[in-house]
């Protein structure tokens, strides 16, 4: 062959510039001999490689087609000037026969097998070739018979399809990218016995194991199954994601479903007093006609919630703008403490000025310790000339009031030890009268006494038998008696300041301590809820019942008629109870830990509140007391049913109903089985129905009262009734017709049972349906959601009420511990909703279907800590294996992933304007929710399953309301690190992001073949869970780099030992395609 030349074959042919090589082919003919490429098949036959060809050689011999191939003249025609030419030239050249002669054109035939037996040298004729993916040719090999591929995805060419896609597009047939000649050249001589690629698989695998992302199939199409994949292994990888990209879906669906009909409303202050407070000709003196208003305030420990910080909330409460004979204000000790037994009666006899001083220059907020403490200029829309020296003298009586609240401590163990010392030497005399051994010790009980030299009878300080936080007598002492119903006007010479013309009266006010005994469950809160509800229905039974946290105050001084807008409005029969929004102080300006939580409170309650209404939270609740007994809300129906006759305005005054009218299925003779022995309390029952009722003033109200019923005085309080409330505060409840004594120390009255028959004692905890039907139910420590569900399956709606000045303020844990603490509490209680039957799966038709999806959310939620989990943890597997969901970040993909992330985040913008969120708010939110997620979720999910499969019950700790170290800095607690197990999980996220980020930017950066396309991905994702765990980091470091060793040791055990993990199950493998783990293995 003097000379030989090459035309594009197959593809190349058939392209538009087919015909300008078609027309040169006669030139390069005529100047010298070409070389014709067949491929004979297993029969024998010749097929020729070009369609075209056919055409143009219709003289030739049937048994084969001719395709000529003609030498460029020039090097511009050249395909490839490169090692990987050659070698496709050699390997054609060796598996080729050439055929030629005297006037005849020299034919190159293919060969696929030249002898029978199996050629095992690459170097020899028909050796043993993978197959192209194209065209089912022989794919190029090297000198060792190993494939060449010349595209880092490993798509299996030959070599006439190599050359056309050089020629045609420069690109890939299998990943559409450019070839990358050179870096070819480079890795064959650098990685002589591996194939066709410089790098190792990202794992260290085998090459042979990888496919492309656009894998084809035997005949040659696209494979659409196959499209995702980069490679085989890399499917565990799809799978994982796509999994937890679904649940997440879901949990997306939940939350939004129940917020397709969001309300806002409004209240008028201005009608409500006109309705209920304005003196007409029948009421001369203005008495009010609104219904009374019983507040409830719980406390339990006086170490973790500090008695000034519960004495200032009930001022507030003792100083609320509402009519004064219908307040009464209950506080729950559930520790019965003497410290804070004195705590609440210093908290009385201050209240004596702080009230009228709050009445007489309209003060806000009614807290004294916020309200000194405010920043702003306090003579603001004052008017009176004595505001200011008034203020002064009530600011330094309050400071005298500190002290001594401050000072209880001390003063109570001094005059304990007093007291205890002098029994001693009374002790010692005794045994001297008596000719005792001297030598004997003195035994003598260290009780906790009282100002007027009496044990206490609640918890002592050290504690004894039936003197313990578990062990100790019920305790009730009126604290307040209720007032007079008319105005009790002071003067000037009354107080330290003039309080002409301004109303005395206080409202009632009463500390209540349960009893408790061992081997009783008193279901923590709820059961002393419960307790307040018995013994104030006997006390002063108002209709309505507000229920605030010791830490939380009333900042809005008209909060209470803001709800009773509500209640007293048409249509207001069937709302069980208001719940207004909390509002927390003392969090950090940056709201590290999204304590303000405005995303739920702002968002989701409100959309809530167009449905069947939002759920209970704990405070800030004011609840109707007949809601609370268990009852149906009232329907239209049965009014009609009772007074058929009457119509107008006297059809709509229904009369005071009986209980059995209440609840057809309830006996008079169930009472006992239902609410207990007490007939007083059953007596209560519809009288509290009656009265909240609103004013029959309009035919759309089914359920009304007619005007002026609650403008009479209630009844003095006796010994009877209140041993009555002792006795439903109690473990036992004996009828009042039995006989009984009364020790009253201090006008503490104790109810002691004297010759009681076993037969007639009531349990009220485990012998009735309070926490079952009635009241605050029990069995879960999210005591407060159950309550509200019950109430919604039954029928009643809730209302959100949002006021202009916020309602309510209280506390909230700044410290990263107490914050996942308190978390973990609310998941697990939503864990053991789920697995209970209070399951929103399981409630009734009443419940409507927005409602029922909000509550399916309130069980499922944390539940998505585990693929949450999971899902952090993929950006460090990808960038550890090297593998990606997509084979790179192309076009289609990127314009997919931004498509959904804008409407994602048009949705939160929506959302959040809506609501007024701020846009810094709820990305705090963003980030907690991962936190928590992988912290505090997760662990309740674990408490929830073991209490569940194993029975192990769960327990907790009150939250300190106060732990700084500094107090000259309001938010020392934010810098305090204590060390929990809840920090290991995003610790450890943590690390193995940031390491995989470095370990993947070290290998891709010293890699000859950087693949950037996958290191980006998976490091942006990772730098995504990093950005959410930044408040993390900040709370683990604190403010001088306090972490306790044993974080970083646990987290770098559990890191270590995961990469380990890893490298076991898929180790890294050698130039030799063997692993190179050693002899490694877990025992």
């Known amino acids: 062959m003097a000379s030989m030349s090459r035309q594009p074959s197959k593809k190349s042919a058939r392209s538009g510039g087919g015909s300008a090589s078609g027309s040169s082919q006669g030139a390069n003919n005529a100047g010298g001999p070409t070389v014709k490429f067949a491929r004979r098949t297993s029969s024998g036959r010749y097929v020729s490689l070009s369609r075209d060809d056919m055409d143009l050689s219709s003289d030739l011999s049937g048994d084969y087609m001719n395709y000529t191939v003609h030498i460029p003249p020039t090097p511009d025609n050249q395909p490839m000037d490169t090692s990987i030419a050659m070698k496709a030239e050699e390997q054609y050249v060796s598996n080729s026969l050439f055929t030629g002669g005297f006037n005849s054109v020299t034919r190159a035939h293919l060969m696929d097998k030249v002898i029978d037996s199996e050629v095992t040298h690459p170097q020899m004729a028909g050796s043993k070739g993978s197959a192209c993916s194209i065209c089912d040719g022989r794919v190029m090999r090297d000198e060792r018979g190993q494939d060449v591929t010349p595209c880092e995805c490993r798509f299996k060419i030959c070599r006439d399809c190599f050359i056309d896609a050089q020629k045609e597009s420069g690109l890939c047939p299998g990943c559409k990218e450019p070839y990358k000649v050179a870096e070819y050249e480079e890795d064959l001589t650098e990685y002589p016995n591996n194939g066709a690629l410089p790098l190792p698989a990202p794992n260290g695998s085998k090459r042979n194991s990888n496919m492309s992302v656009t894998k084809r ?101 003792l100083a609320v703008d509402y009519p004064v004979e219908k307040l009464a204000c209950y506080v729950s000790d559930d520790g019965g403490a003497l410290l804070t037994f004195e705590a609440m009666a210093e908290a009385a006899s201050f209240a004596d000025l702080w009230v009228p001083f709050c009445r007489k220059h309209n003060i806000e907020p009614r807290n004294p310790d916020t309200y000194f403490g405010l920043k702003v200029d306090p003579t603001k829309n004052k008017s009176k000339p004595d505001f200011v020296k008034d203020r002064r003298r009530v600011k330094r009586e309050y400071d005298e009031f500190k002290v001594r609240i401050n000072g209880l401590p001390d003063s109570i163990r001094r005059r304990s030890d007093a007291f205890n010392a002098r029994e001693e030497m009374k002790m010692m005399k005794h045994m001297k009268e008596s000719g005792a051994d001297p030598s004997e010790p003195v035994k003598v009980l260290k009780a906790t006494w009282m100002a007027d030299g009496t044990h206490w009878p609640g918890t002592w300080a050290t504690p ?133 939580n405005t995303v739920f409170f702002d968002g989701n309650m409100r959309a809530l509140d167009g449905v069947q209404g939002p759920m209970y939270v704990g405070t800030g609740c004011m609840f109707r007391r007949f809601a609370l007994y268990g009852f149906d809300p009232p329907f239209a129906g049965k009014d009609e049913k009772k007074d058929p006759k009457k119509s107008g305005e006297e059809g709509n005054e229904t009369p005071a109903m009986n209980a059995s009218e209440f609840d057809s299925n309830l006996d008079v003779n169930l009472l006992p089985k239902r609410f207990g022995n007490s007939t007083m309390l059953s007596e209560s029952i519809p009288v509290a129905e009656f009265q909240g009722r609103p004013l029959a003033d309009h035919p759309a109200v089914k359920y009304g009262r007619p005007p002026g019923v609650l403008r009479v005085p209630r009844d003095p309080l006796d010994a009877s009734t209140v041993a009555e409330a002792v006795s439903v505060i109690s473990c036992w409840f004996v009828p009042f017709h039995f006989r009984f004594n009364y020790a009253i120390y201090a006008s503490i009255v104790c109810f002691a049972l004297l010759n009681v028959k076993l037969s007639t004692i009531n349990r009220y905890e485990d012998k009735t349906e309070w926490g079952d039907r009635v009241g605050w139910i029990y069995g879960s420590v999210t005591e407060d959601v159950v309550t509200g569900y019950r109430m919604h399956n039954r029928g009643w709606r809730s209302v959100y009420c949002i006021t202009k000045r916020d309602a309510f303020r209280g506390s909230a844990p700044i410290n990263l511990t107490d914050r996942l603490h308190q978390v973990l509490r609310w998941a697990t209680g939503s864990v053991e909703i789920f697995f209970s039957k209070n399951n929103a799966f399981l409630a009734s038709k009443r ?85 928590s997620g992988t912290s505090a979720h997760l662990a309740a999910v674990v408490q929830g399953l073991l209490k569940v499969i194993a029975g192990i019950e769960i327990s907790f700790t009150l939250t300190s309301k106060s732990a700084g170290e500094d107090d000259d800095d309001l938010f020392a607690d934010l810098y305090i690190v204590k060390w929990s197990s809840l920090m290991v999980p995003p610790i450890v996220i943590a690390m193995m992001n940031i390491i995989a980020i470095a370990v993947a930017f070290s290998r891709t950066i010293y890699s000859a073949n950087p693949q950037w396309s996958k ?69």
């Open 1015 to 1083: 290191f980006i991905g998976g490091g942006f994702f990772s730098f995504w869970v990093l950005a959410h765990l930044y408040p993390f980091a900040k709370g683990l470091m604190g403010r001088r780099g306090k972490t306790p060793t044993i974080v970083f040791v646990w987290s770098g055990l559990i890191a270590i030992t995961l990469s380990l993990l890893w490298i076991s199950i898929s180790p890294p493998q050698g130039s030799d395609g063997q692993g190179t783990g050693g002899d490694f293995q877990f025992p």
């Open 847 to 931: 419940l409507k279907l927005l409602q029922r999806f909000a509550y399916l959310n309130v069980g499922i939620y944390p539940f998505t800590s585990i693929f949450l989990v999971v899902y952090c943890f993929l950006p460090a597997l990808s960038l550890f294996s090297g593998y990606f969901i997509v084979q790179t970040l192309s076009i289609a993909f990127l314009i997919y992933l931004l498509i959904i992330t804008i409407c994602l985040v048009l949705l939160a913008i929506l959302e959040v304007k809506w609501s007024g969120v701020e846009l810094e708010q709820w990305w705090r939110n963003e980030q907690f929710w991962l936190i």
């Open 464 to 596: 004894s038998g039936e003197h313990s936080k578990s062990d100790h007598a019920g305790i009730l002492q009126v604290m307040l008696k209720p007032p007079s119903p008319d105005p009790l006007l002071g003067s000037a010479d009354d107080k330290i300041i003039d309080l002409t013309e301004v109303d005395l009266r206080l409202p009632m006010f009463v500390y209540v301590s349960r009893e408790k005994r061992p081997g009783y469950d008193h279901n923590k809160k709820a059961g002393a809820m419960n307790a307040l509800v018995r013994s104030s229905a006997i006390l002063s039974n108002g209709p309505f019942i507000l229920n605030l946290d010791c830490d939380h105050y009333i900042y809005n001084c008209k909060a209470v008629r803001e709800g009773m807008c509500f209640m007293m409005d048409r249509g207001g029969e069937d709302i069980c109870y208001i719940q207004f929004p909390q509002r927390f102080e003392g969090i950090d300006p940056s709201d590290r830990y999204a304590n303000h």
């Open 217 to 317: 199939n035997q005949n040659g199409e696209f494979d659409h199954n196959k499209w995702l994949f980069e490679t085989q292994d890399a499917v565990w990888l799809w799978l994982m994601s796509i999994i937890c990209e679904i649940w997440f879906a879901f949990s997306w669906l939940l939350d939004q479903i129940p917020k397709l009909s969001p309300v806002n409303r409004s209240t008028d202050l201005e009608v409500l007093h006109d309705k209920f407070d304005t003196p007409s000709p029948s009421n001369p003196t203005g008495r009010s006609d609104l219904p009374g208003v019983d507040l409830f305030v719980s406390t339990a420990d006086p170490e973790k919630e500090p008695p000034l910080t519960t004495a200032n909330t009930i001022l507030s409460i």
